[in-house]
């Protein structure tokens, strides 16, 4: 039996907005935030999708909510798993900022990659987290869901899925739309907000 699972990305926030790294910390929605939650919501209205799961941080849960209401008062359940990766000490400055106290950091596919920083989250740690949230949560229900979460997230269970890091981080509000068909995971189609 084939069904599909939606990855949504979080909708702006206005530390996005300033080019801030958020990490586990930052502020809810903010307007433009919300319309792309509203947008998401619309894009997933005809999907059959009776499971909602979301981060426990505020700006997921926000448009959690906001897609369960348009999805006739769906309640989504929080995940910790679903969570960004902790950046620790560098929650909350600019890339500019972070190259500035730690040079030699590489980032890679738009975000720090496997750097380790103290206070941070470890690399390889995250990147089993997502997965291992990823799978706990397939397998949890047979029916079509939606897992509303964050962009490094989305992009480590796309490569999970893919072998590739391509996807990139997708942009606020954006669902991708992952297929499973006798245990086999494939990745149909990358939507994006255009807001």
């Known amino acids: 039996m084939k069904r599909n699972i939606y990855l949504v990305r979080h909708g702006q926030t206005d530390w996005n907005l300033q080019g801030l790294w958020q990490g586990f910390q930052g502020p809810g929605l903010n307007d433009t935030g919300r319309e ?89 740690s995250y990147v089993q987290r997502c997965v291992d949230c990823f799978n706990e949560l397939a397998g949890a229900s047979e029916g079509d869901m939606i897992l509303v979460t964050h962009g490094g997230v989305i992009l480590v269970i796309a490569q999970y899925i893919t072998g590739s890091w391509d996807t990139g981080i997708v942009k606020n509000g954006a669902v991708l739309k992952i297929s499973e068909e006798n245990g086999k995971f494939t990745m149909e189609t990358l939507d994006h907000n255009t807001k």
């Open 36 to 124: 792309q939650s509203e947008l998401a919501a619309s894009a997933l209205r005809e999907t059959g999708a009776s499971v909602l799961y979301s981060s426990d941080l505020p700006r997921a849960m926000e448009t959690a909510e906001i897609i369960g209401q348009k999805l006739g008062g769906l309640q989504y359940r929080c995940h910790t798993g679903l969570r960004e990766r902790g950046l620790g000490p560098l929650a909350g400055k600019k890339t500019s900022e972070i190259l500035e106290e730690y040079p030699n950091l590489e980032f890679s596919h738009g975000i720090l990659g496997t750097n380790n920083i103290p206070g941070a989250e470890e690399w390889d």
